[in-house]
């Protein structure tokens, strides 16, 4: 019986000495798996932060790209649709004219030199024919000085240096007024552009007061909305402006320089008319 409760004490004090023990293996076996979970957790948010970073970047340009697109829409219909539609029109319009005169004068510019050396060598030659059929198959207003000039060198009755020198001069005039052909209603938009939108100006303005007036009351609140669209159709008027003035003074260059070269060359026809022997003097 001694025995009996002996071994009874023992099994029982045993069982409750490895109670505690596998209980604090469990709670270091389960904060062990926590701190894991915990690191792997902190690994992933860890990369998904630097991984961010270059999600924003890729995204950033096209946020920026969708609000300037915005952005003009925005400054467009606050600005009076109505107005700014004019001014928009006035640029296109504009831009048509610059660049159909730019066309024009790129194919009517030639090797003036070149030209007028194949046109004295025909002439020498005594092949004013093939001269006149030379100068009808180029384009520009040299090739049409040459071919009047050879034309009436090539005549019964006009063919004198006069006459020549009278004929040169006046299709001179007439080439000169199709070079400058168009360009006044580039003036026109560029004087235009900036008159709409000084006329929006003061459309705002009225509205700014008429919203003053029915407010009965000055301040940044009331005034904001017209002072906003008389200043932003005032912006795009000077803007059009400007970009067909550029297109303006270039294509006046290109005028100078084409006049230039019909002087030149004009001089060189009467040189070449003189020397030939069909030339009245």
């Keep these: 019986?001694?025995?009996?409760?002996?071994?009874?004490?023992?099994?029982?004090?045993?069982?409750?000495?490895?109670?505690?023990?596998?209980?604090?293996?469990?709670?270091?076996?389960?904060?062990?798996?926590?701190?894991?979970?915990?690191?792997?957790?902190?690994?992933?948010?860890?990369?998904v932060e630097a991984e961010a970073p270059a999600v924003e970047e890729a995204v950033a340009p096209v946020e920026e790209e969708e609000g300037l697109h915005k952005t003009l829409k925005t400054k467009f219909i606050e600005g009076d649709a109505g107005f700014m539609s004019l001014v928009a029109i006035a640029l296109v319009l504009g831009l048509a004219f610059c660049i159909e005169r730019i066309i024009y004068l790129t194919l009517a510019q030639v090797n003036t030199r070149k030209?007028?050396?194949t046109i004295a060598e025909k002439v020498k030659a005594n092949k004013i024919e093939e001269g006149i059929e030379f100068a009808a198959g180029t384009r520009g207003p040299v090739a049409q000085l040459a071919k009047k000039a050879l034309q009436n060198l090539n005549s019964a009755d006009q063919n004198d240096i006069a006459t020549i020198e009278r004929t040169i001069n006046i299709e001179a005039e007439v080439q000169g007024a199709y070079l400058e052909e168009n360009c006044s209603w580039i003036t026109l938009f560029i004087a235009m552009a900036p008159s709409l939108g000084f006329l929006g100006t003061v459309i705002g303005m009225v509205q700014a007061f008429d919203d003053i007036e029915r407010a009965g009351d000055i301040s940044p609140t009331v005034v904001a909305g017209g002072m906003k669209v008389a200043l932003i159709t005032t912006i795009f008027g000077i803007i059009v402006a400007l970009v067909l003035q550029v297109f303006y003074n270039y294509i006046l260059s290109r005028v100078?320089?084409?006049?230039?070269?019909?002087?030149?060359?004009?001089?060189?026809?009467?040189d070449t008319c003189v020397n030939s022997p069909k030339c009245k003097k």
Excluded: H, R, W
Excluded at 17 to 38: L, Y
Excluded at 256 to 270: G, K, P, R, T, W
């Design 1 to 47: 019986m001694k025995k009996y409760f002996a071994i009874v004490a023992m099994v029982t004090a045993f069982t409750f000495g490895m109670t505690p023990s596998v209980v604090a293996q469990d709670e270091v076996a389960d904060e062990a798996a926590v701190a894991e979970q915990v690191d792997s957790t902190a690994e992933e948010v860890d990369s």
């Design 115 to 117: 030209f007028m050396a």
């Design 256 to 270: 100078e320089a084409l006049n230039s070269n019909m002087e030149e060359a004009a001089m060189s026809l009467l």
